[in-house]
């Protein structure tokens, strides 16, 4: 069974870094791409970023670029998100997504096109 379980969230102050942790276990996870996605109270589920299983294509959402990275450490089963200068807009519950599909190539940006993802780290900005 596959599982994922973020950690890392809290409340920072604008201008301020993060960094969130997927840990995850069920599947081989060096040949599966990962995703990140958010969703803020009374919003649908937002792409963030994801990390193709070679860890060699990033892909980001328009609103982080420059300020998010993607990583991936397949050693440890974990994939990772550094979060700096953050911005009020940017609260939201922070989940990962695993592709269902080994050696896939990206980029995913719909969350349909994962099907496994956990329960989410809160991430607050305070202004």
């Known amino acids: 069974q596959v599982q994922l379980v973020e950690s890392g969230g809290g409340l920072v102050q604008a201008g301020g870094s993060l960094r969130l942790s997927c840990a995850t276990s069920?599947?081989?996870?060096?040949?599966?791409?990962m995703g990140w996605f958010r969703q803020a109270p009374g919003k649908e589920s937002e792409f963030v970023a994801a990390?193709?299983?070679?860890?060699?294509?990033?892909y980001y959402a328009d609103s982080v670029k420059g300020r998010f990275t993607i990583s991936r450490d397949n050693a440890k089963n974990t994939v990772y998100l550094q979060m700096t200068s953050l911005k009020p807009e940017d609260t939201a519950l922070y989940f990962c997504a695993h592709r269902p599909t080994k050696y896939s190539s990206g980029p995913y940006y719909s969350l349909p096109e994962y099907d496994y993802w956990g329960q989410g780290t809160q991430v607050t900005v305070s202004s």
């Open positions: 990390i193709m299983w070679s860890g060699g294509s990033l």
């Open positions: 069920g599947r081989t996870f060096s040949t599966y791409a």
